[in-house]
């Protein structure tokens, strides 16, 4: 029988990255729009000054280029799946579908067949993400 990767420590951690997939491309947009605003001729001559002494904009660019680097690495990872998994994937974490619609309604497959491909999938992300992932999240 399959080992149940579902209460392993590292399978939390990626699955909670990859529902937070939308929210980071969301805010990768926001802060790329506050910071076109901020470039324009009026806001360079009042710059906006944080308690640690670092502008809005320093903060902004370093939360933009974690953002940046989180949803690459997911992108690349999912770019290693199969179309399957990386379908499972995404109307899992990304849609939010509940397993059972996703094996039952979305692609049609027996339970253990979705539950092993899951499993493969996020052992997969896990291989690639890891190293990365570890250093930069």
Do not use: C
Not at 16 to 29: F, N, W
């Amino acid at each position: 029988m399959e080992e149940k990767i579902q209460n392993e420590p590292w399978y939390h951690e990626i699955a909670g990255e990859l529902r937070q997939y939308k929210k980071y491309k969301a805010r990768i947009g926001v802060l790329e729009a506050r910071m076109i605003r901020q470039t324009g001729p009026v806001n360079n001559l009042s710059a906006r000054y944080g308690e640690d002494g670092a502008t809005v904009e320093d903060t902004d660019e370093e939360e933009l280029e974690q953002l940046k680097i989180k949803v690459a690495s997911i992108e690349f990872a999912l770019g290693a799946l199969t179309t399957t998994e990386r379908k499972i994937i995404e109307l899992k974490f990304f849609e939010r579908h509940r397993d059972v619609i996703i094996y039952e309604m979305d692609m049609l497959m027996a339970p253990a067949t979705f539950y092993k491909t899951l499993n493969q999938a996020m052992k997969t992300m896990k291989e690639i993400l890891s190293e990365e992932k570890l250093k930069s999240f």
